[in-house]
């Protein structure tokens, strides 16, 4: 029983760190039985962040994406230092990632993430949530515990930005754990730097010419593991 416990906050844990740096609430936001996915933003996308994030979001259904999300970081038996290197556009990393190639002595993904994803509109605010999968607990089942919610906003027909929602945001500390109380919290304070975790992280669409390059670096860690 302990042992679960502890492995699920683990996992929990490592679930709520890989994508963008965001925290995890402990309530979804929204119902996604009562949401509709955005068409526009199916598709593979790569994140601006500090480092990296490949993000694929296939429609599940008319209500929800399915997101697998894989951190790019150096193989380890790349010996390159890139304290130094700080892509700050589309072209930078796209080079960047020609010039050091894939697999263990280039570019590699890590912390791989699968969620459902779903959005919800909070006064005049989109944000979207994402519910981890592919987890099982032999006392909960495949519960959910944790949740990443992210403000989100279009930048432009082949960007979006995503900013988290911090679950250490004073207004929560005697808030009930139920999704319509945080949901009106965030509503009254959508617009407070407070509310989030760090600034918002840039997405971009990933082009037609270089979706294969993109897709071999999550592909060997979703398909060749070793």
Request: charged fraction near 25%; aromatic fraction near 10%; hydrophobic fraction near 40%.
């Amino acid at each position: 029983m302990v042992a679960n416990q502890i492995q699920r906050l683990a996992t929990a844990a490592l679930l709520c760190a890989c994508l963008l740096s965001a925290a995890c609430l402990p309530v979804p936001i929204g119902n996604p039985e009562r949401s509709r996915v955005d068409p526009e933003l199916g598709g593979l996308w790569i994140g601006m962040g500090d480092a990296p994030a490949v993000v694929l979001l296939q429609p599940y259904d008319k209500r929800t994406w399915l997101a697998v999300t894989a951190n790019v970081e150096p193989g380890p038996d790349n010996g390159r230092d890139y304290d130094d290197v700080s892509p700050q556009s589309y072209d930078e990393i796209i080079a960047l990632i020609r010039e050091a190639g894939t697999g263990q002595d280039g570019l590699v993904a890590t912390s791989v993430s699968l969620d459902k994803v779903w959005r919800t509109k909070l006064g005049k605010l989109w944000f979207l949530t994402w519910e981890y999968k592919g987890v099982f607990d032999a006392d909960e089942g495949f519960a959910n515990e944790w949740w990443r919610v992210y403000r989100f906003e279009k930048t432009g027909p082949d960007s979006f930005t995503l900013r988290g929602v911090d679950p250490e945001f004073p207004g929560f500390r005697d808030a009930k754990r139920t999704r319509r109380a945080y949901e009106r919290l965030i509503r009254k304070h959508a617009d407070d730097d407070e509310l989030y975790y760090g600034p918002a992280v840039q997405l971009l669409r990933v082009r037609d010419q270089h979706a294969a390059l993109l897709m071999e670096i999550v592909g060997e860690v979703v398909f060749d593991p070793t």
